[in-house]
Each structure stands twice: as C-alpha cells, then as structure tokens.
C-alpha cells in the first residue's frame, strides 16, 4: 500500500521543493509578491494565509524524509530574500508578500526539528496576516502614502495597526514574538548556534521596514484641512471582525504556553 511516508529521499526532496515553490519560498519566489500586488486586498489575503494551508500540511507529513541542508538554505535564503526585498517597497500588498516570505523562511527552519511548532508559527502568522489585511480592507489603503490619510478618520485603528505591525516583527510582549522566541530556543536545543544566529541578524531587515510603516502610520499626517465643504472621505462603520483579530495579534503571547500543550 502507498503511503507518503514509502518514499525516498530524491523524490521527497522533488515534491518537497515544488511545495516550496507553491508556498512562495526563496528562491522560487518570483511569483509572490507580483500575484499579490496584481490582486484585491480580500484576494490578498486568502492567498498569503488559506492557499498556503494544503502545502504547509504536505510538507508537515514529508518532515522526516526532507534534507536537512536543502531546508536549511531554503528557509535562511527565504529570510534573507523577504528582508532586502521589502525595504524598497512602497505598495502595501509587495510589502505584506515579503513578509509572507519571510515568516515562511522561520518556518522551514524548524521543520526538520520540530513539525508541530512549524505548524503553531503558521497559526500565528495566519493570524496576524489576517489582521493586516482585514485592517487595510477596512481603511481601503494600499500604498504607504495612502495610510497617513485615514489617521482623521479611524485614530483607534490606525494605533491598533501600528502595534500589528510591530507584532508582525516580532518584538515582545506582542503575540508575533511567541513563535520567534520558541523557534529560536529549538534551534539553540539542537546545537544550530550558526544558524540561530543568521537568522536572528536576518530579522532585522525585516524590522526596519516594518518600523518604517509604523513611523508612517503614526508620526506622519496629512493636512486636515478639507478644501470643499462636503468632505470626500465618510467615516466607515466600526468592524466586529477587524477589532477581534487586532486584538488577538497583539494580547495571545502570554497564551502561548497553553496553546502548545492544546
């Protein structure tokens, strides 16, 4: 009887890099951040994070039969290429594609190491995924320039939005941190000091764009002085949806622990 599980090392390593392929993954990334850019927000979204399910699940099931170094130089290329190729970004949907990138990298890492927190890092990216596209869906921004002029429309969100953002980096006590911290501590337990540390120093390519957000979002305003006396902006509806996932990208952290054991 065929099972997934029967098969060798080559062909594994072939379904394994076309699964990779599918995710978006360096170098096979090309497609990525060109499909999202050419897409609405609510396709956006469905792509970076429902699309990526099946394949994460496939490669999930192939872990003990994958190369240790071909996920290895996938998973650090992935990081390295989602930092340098965002920094000079000024649409949203390029951006939010090589931080797809990028997060995807830290969860090839540790695939070989520990399934099951591959499969949590996905969650959590899902979700704060989720929360930043919902969030510009919501204001109906999609380049850097248009975020500074929702700040007199939507001040709760646009300050919800910046934390999001630096969730998505990855610093504490925000819920992005959580995978970040557990897949370094697994890298450090498997005596990957080397590749630790690549990978922490990698990180901050994709700390200066997301801080470069933050600066836009919050410290940058546009004139609030309409011209006409009929303002051409209406102020949208409060969003149930849109305040549950900010609020679960930001507070989860200290949940972290519970939801491994679940």
Same mark, same amino acid.
């Given at each position: 009887?065929?099972? #997934?599980?029967?098969?060798?090392? *080559?062909?594994?390593?072939?379904?394994?890099?076309?699964?990779?392929?599918?995710?978006?993954?360096?170098?096979?990334?090309?497609? /990525?951040?060109?499909?999202?850019?050419?897409?609405?927000?609510?396709?956006?979204?469905?792509?970076?994070?429902?699309?990526?399910?099946?394949?994460? &699940?496939?490669?999930?099931?192939?872990? !003990?039969?994958?190369?240790?170094?071909?996920?290895?130089? @996938?998973?650090?290329? %992935?990081?390295?290429?989602?930092?340098?190729?965002?920094?000079?970004?000024?649409?949203?949907?390029? #951006?939010?594609?090589? %931080? &797809?990138?990028?997060?995807?990298?830290?969860?090839?890492?540790?695939?070989?190491?520990?399934?099951?927190?591959?499969?949590?890092?996905?969650?959590?990216?899902?979700?704060?995924?989720?929360?930043?596209?919902? &969030?510009? @869906?919501?204001?109906?921004?999609?380049?850097?320039? !248009?975020?500074?002029?929702?700040?007199?429309?939507?001040?709760?969100?646009?300050?919800?939005?910046?934390?999001?953002?630096?969730?998505?980096?990855? =610093?504490?006590? =925000?819920?992005?941190? %959580?995978?970040?911290?557990?897949?370094?501590?697994?890298?450090?337990?498997?005596?990957? /000091?080397?590749?630790?540390?690549?990978?922490?120093?990698?990180?901050?390519?994709?700390?200066?764009?997301?801080?470069?957000?933050?600066?836009?979002?919050?410290?940058? /305003?546009?004139?609030?002085? *309409? %011209?006409?006396?009929?303002?051409?902006?209406? &102020?949208?509806?409060?969003?149930?949806?849109?305040?549950?996932?900010?609020?679960?990208?930001?507070?989860?952290?200290?949940?972290? *622990?519970?939801? /491994?054991?679940?």
């Amino acid at each position: 009887e065929w099972s #997934i599980l029967t098969l060798s090392n *080559p062909p594994s390593t072939i379904i394994s890099i076309a699964l990779m392929m599918k995710l978006g993954l360096a170098p096979l990334h090309f497609w /990525l951040p060109e499909v999202l850019q050419g897409v609405s927000l609510p396709t956006g979204l469905i792509l970076s994070t429902w699309q990526k399910l099946a394949p994460i &699940s496939l490669l999930y099931q192939l872990s !003990e039969l994958m190369n240790i170094y071909v996920i290895s130089i @996938i998973g650090l290329t %992935s990081v390295l290429v989602g930092g340098w190729g965002g920094i000079s970004q000024t649409q949203l949907r390029k #951006i939010l594609a090589f %931080s &797809s990138i990028s997060h995807l990298g830290w969860m090839i890492i540790i695939l070989k190491f520990n399934p099951q927190l591959m499969m949590f890092n996905f969650l959590i990216y899902a979700l704060l995924t989720a929360a930043m596209f919902s &969030s510009l @869906i919501y204001m109906g921004a999609t380049k850097m320039s !248009e975020i500074s002029t929702v700040w007199s429309k939507t001040p709760t969100l646009t300050s919800v939005m910046m934390l999001t953002l630096l969730s998505l980096a990855g =610093l504490p006590p =925000l819920t992005g941190f %959580s995978p970040k911290l557990l897949i370094l501590s697994e890298l450090i337990k498997q005596n990957s /000091l080397m590749l630790a540390t690549i990978v922490m120093l990698a990180a901050l390519l994709t700390l200066f764009f997301y801080l470069r957000l933050t600066y836009i979002v919050t410290l940058t /305003l546009a004139p609030n002085a *309409p %011209s006409s006396a009929i303002s051409w902006r209406s &102020s949208p509806k409060p969003s149930t949806l849109v305040a549950t996932l900010n609020s679960m990208a930001l507070i989860m952290f200290p949940l972290t *622990p519970t939801l /491994l054991l679940m």
